[in-house]
């Protein structure tokens, strides 16, 4: 009954995750907006743009989750070594695989969608209004 309880909550987890990247990257297109509209002027298309953005926020979300995932594993095993030493019971590490994919998979689909989600809307916009800042 508790996975399922940490699968709820991860899910909520993930969803408020996939609107703080999506206004993350509202802000990182604001921002970008000129190089966007340079590197459309140069021949890029929208298409190759967002997919760089989709790029950058996987690059971001797989390098944080397997980082978070080797240092959360490091914490809980010593955790359960030293708790261990003073039960006197035998090591034992059950990794919750379930949760550990469901949650990369929610993470990898709002990854995605929070990149595309802002980047259409500057896409299209003509070349001369994205360089304006209009």
Known sequence: LIIYFFFFVSAVVIILDTFMLWLSFV???????????VLRSLGFTVQQLIRGYIYEALSIVLSSFFVGTIIGVLVAV???LQMNLFLQ???SFAFPWELFLFVFGMSLLSAVAG???PSRE???RSIAGVLKGM
């Open 27 to 37: 802000s990182n297109v604001k921002l970008n907006s000129w190089g966007f509209g």
């Open 78 to 80: 010593t955790l359960i």
């Open 89 to 91: 019971l035998p090591f």
């Open 115 to 117: 990149s595309i989600i």
């Open 122 to 124: 500057i896409g299209r």
